[in-house]
């Protein structure tokens, strides 16, 4: 069992819960004894909240080392860039003979494979969306985030090219909303976000499936919500609560937004709580971290052993808080035009004649300088 | 003629339920057409006849009809063919000596029987196997059988057990009430009585109530006697003449393999903490009359917020992984 920092912050408290566990198994002997011999005493076994959470669905299928998570990136990446050479190959073997070389020679420029970059960026630019029509639709910030958190997870499972990422936002939010305990009947949702209800439904099981039928999702939300008490009991008679207020409404935008980048699936979520205070007030934070996990002047040069273990347990956490601060900083959002490219490939790889389509009215253009439009409708 | 009306006529004969409210229809479960109870008397009173259906050549005997019992025919058919798999393989999880893995084997080469027979998939051989099964194991079959039997008359016992000692009880309580009642009456008359002879007035309410408190009825006795008797109760213990093992293991079921840690990260100091949102709520009727409570709020929250506070997901995740690719 893994020793957090907070163990050793009530000495007291862990000494007599100590205390307990070695005279429960010699109480249970003795009971045992008058019952039946031949049973052995069972030791007490403890289980701390971190074990809790190591039993959360969001950490054993849902949160990855930085490299598994790129490796996970990589095959599905790989996956695409097969598929984009077949379709270019099938497409040019099926409708070779009435294409010109150029257009073969643009075509086979044009598409190239999404790189897991792309693709990363491209889900990144939707699950904004995905935000977008959450608070245009007023609903509470935990099923917005939810719905974003699954709208990730299944392009971490699926590649782009099997369902548009626009098709996907609407069943990701209709499914947040049953998973968060914030039903809206279909019928209404569908008339809300004027779309048919089946497109909605269509992709419902396939999401679930995705998701591996896990829809708990621990935000940092409620975590927030913890320290801002913490820090209120903590750091008692030292900080103004109308600031502290402000402190809280800011740091829960900065997670919102946080939602969009990858720190859910490589930290936990106090950690990203505490990495998104230190970003918004790092002298708050790092005060109440060294009261709190210290108990003791941080500039203090000789230590005790505790103290040593102590100021160890504090380093590494505000070392894991530092990182996940950094990764928070790293944003996937493409710019207007990048995604517009990036889009424009997907399209064209559902369907290429679009793309041949495209060439040649801008061929025409140039051509006869007339506005393509008039041309075509003269061709039919 | 609507589905409703079909249904409640007799195909064969045309009569219908508005004239024969008495009429029963019974199925035999070769073909299970349905028939009324006077055209089977008709029909096979003289010994094996062909089914009177349309385009059925199914033959079919008298003694083999029955009632039905589930309206779908699809239900009524798996319910028979269940009965007949079940009388042959009835083996429990005993029989394997608790291996789970072994039994749910074992159910599931079962099911595929029953589905096969239901929906006619390989009919011949299944039915080999059913016979071939029931042949080598007549043995285990049989004394499965009287196990199912005593497990039900045991049962039986219990219950009727039971049901004696609940009919006991009522009426000592009952008893135990009107002999109180007879006391408080008495207790009054008497007061009454040895004031009218001219004593303190304290005095003789107190002798009476010690008079009455030791007045403790057999009634209460016997009472207590068959509580005693109803808690441990011979039947919960003894099954198949043997005391059943109760619980295998010593230590409770915990779903993670332990108990919470009991030290906590965070010390509760409810007075301090200054929620807006949350001191709001406390001040709202509906919520306090439903048994809010900010502490209870607040420890939720702060637990929360420390919840895997300890994880460093890139160490854990990393060992995890290599471990599995190797």
């Given at each position: 069992m ?31 004894k008058?019952s ?21 669905t ?38 070779g ?23 990363l ?19 509470p ?14 392009y ?74 913490d ?27 946080s ?57 590494k ?64 | ?56 050549d ?27 798999v079940?009388?042959v ?77 609940k ?31 001219g ?23 016997k009472?207590?006697?068959?509580n ?12 198949n ?44 009727k ?41």
């Amino acid at each position: 069992m893994k020793k957090t920092g907070f163990d050793q912050t009530a000495p007291t408290k862990r000494h007599a819960s100590l205390e307990m566990t070695e005279s429960t198994p010699s109480k249970d002997s003795s009971a045992l004894k008058t019952s039946n011999e031949n049973d052995e005493p069972q030791p007490v076994k403890r289980i701390s909240d971190d074990d809790l959470y190591r039993n959360s669905t969001q950490y054993r299928l849902w949160s990855f080392s930085k490299e598994s998570l790129q490796n996970k990136r990589k095959l599905l990446s790989a996956d695409i860039a097969a598929r984009f050479d077949s379709k270019i190959q099938s497409f040019i073997e099926k409708e070779g003979a009435q294409l010109s070389s150029d257009e073969i020679e643009g075509l086979q420029k044009e598409m190239v494979p999404i790189t897991a970059h792309e693709f990363l960026q491209i889900v990144t630019l939707y699950a904004q969306k995905v935000q977008l029509f959450g608070t245009k639709l007023k609903l509470p910030t935990e099923v917005t985030s939810t719905a974003v958190v699954f709208f990730k997870k299944y392009y971490l499972e699926n590649s782009v090219l099997d369902v548009h990422p626009k098709n996907m936002i609407f069943t990701c939010m209709f499914l947040a909303c049953k998973a968060e305990n914030y039903f809206i009947n279909i019928e209404s949702f569908a008339a809300k976000v004027k779309q048919p209800k089946e497109s909605i439904l269509m992709h419902e099981f396939p999401l679930l499936e995705s998701l591996k039928f896990t829809l708990m999702v621990h935000h940092p939300f409620k975590s927030l919500h913890g320290f801002f008490l913490d820090i209120q009991s903590i750091l008692y008679g030292k900080v103004d609560m109308q600031y502290l207020g402000t402190v809280y409404e800011k740091t829960k935008k900065i997670l919102v937004d946080s939602i969009l980048t990858d720190v859910a699936y490589l930290y936990t979520p106090p950690q990203i709580t505490l990495a998104a205070l230190l970003k918004e007030d790092e002298q708050l934070t790092l005060k109440y971290l060294e009261l709190k996990l210290l108990g003791f002047n941080i500039n203090k040069e000789v230590l005790n052993e505790a103290e040593q273990k102590r100021k160890e347990q504090h380093d590494k956490i505000l070392q894991t808080v530092r990182e996940c601060l950094r990764e928070m900083d790293v944003s996937y959002m493409p710019s207007r035009d990048e995604a517009w490219r990036i889009d424009a490939r997907i399209h064209y790889y559902l369907d290429p004649m679009a793309f041949i389509k495209r060439i040649r009215k801008q061929k025409e253009a140039q051509t006869s300088g007339e506005p393509a439009q008039k041309k075509v409708k003269v061709e039919q | 003629m609507d589905e409703e009306e079909r249904r409640e006529m007799c195909p064969i004969c045309k009569t219908d339920r508005y004239l024969s409210p008495n009429m029963r229809f019974l199925v035999n479960p070769e073909c299970y057409h349905k028939i009324c109870e006077s055209c089977v008397d008709r029909i096979f009173s003289l010994g094996p006849a062909q089914c009177p259906y349309l385009g059925c050549d199914k033959i079919l005997r008298r003694n083999k009809f029955k009632s039905q019992v589930f309206e779908d025919v699809g239900v009524e058919k798996e319910v028979d063919i269940r009965k007949r798999v079940f009388n042959v393989f009835n083996k429990t999880l005993d029989d394997f000596e608790g291996d789970q893995d072994e039994f749910n084997k074992y159910l599931e080469e079962v099911e595929d029987i029953i589905y096969n027979l239901d929906n006619g998939i390989d009919v011949v051989n299944v039915e080999e196997k059913l016979k071939s099964y029931e042949d080598m194991n007549r043995q285990l079959i049989l004394a499965n059988v009287e196990r199912s039997r005593q497990d039900i008359m045991n049962f039986e016992q219990r219950q009727k057990f039971e049901k004696e000692m609940k009919m006991k009880k009522r009426s000592l309580e009952r008893q135990i009430e009107q002999e109180e009642r007879a006391n408080a009456e008495w207790a009054k008359k008497e007061i009454v009585n040895q004031l009218s002879m001219g004593s303190s007035s304290d005095e003789v309410i107190e002798n009476v109530k010690k008079t009455v408190k030791l007045k403790k009825s057999s009634a209460r006795r016997k009472l207590e006697d068959l509580n005693k008797v109803l808690r441990n109760n011979p039947y919960t213990m003894l099954q198949n003449g043997k005391l059943r093992k109760k619980d295998v293991s010593k230590t409770p079921f915990t779903p993670f393999n332990g108990d919470r840690d009991l030290s906590k990260r965070y010390k509760l100091t409810t007075d301090i903490y200054n929620d807006p949102f949350i001191v709001q709520l406390e001040k709202r009727k509906d919520f306090v009359a439903s048994g809010f409570q900010t502490s209870v709020v607040y420890d939720r929250l702060l637990t929360e917020a420390f919840l895997g506070l300890g994880c460093y997901i890139s160490e854990e995740k990393k060992t995890q992984k290599s471990s599995l690719i190797l």
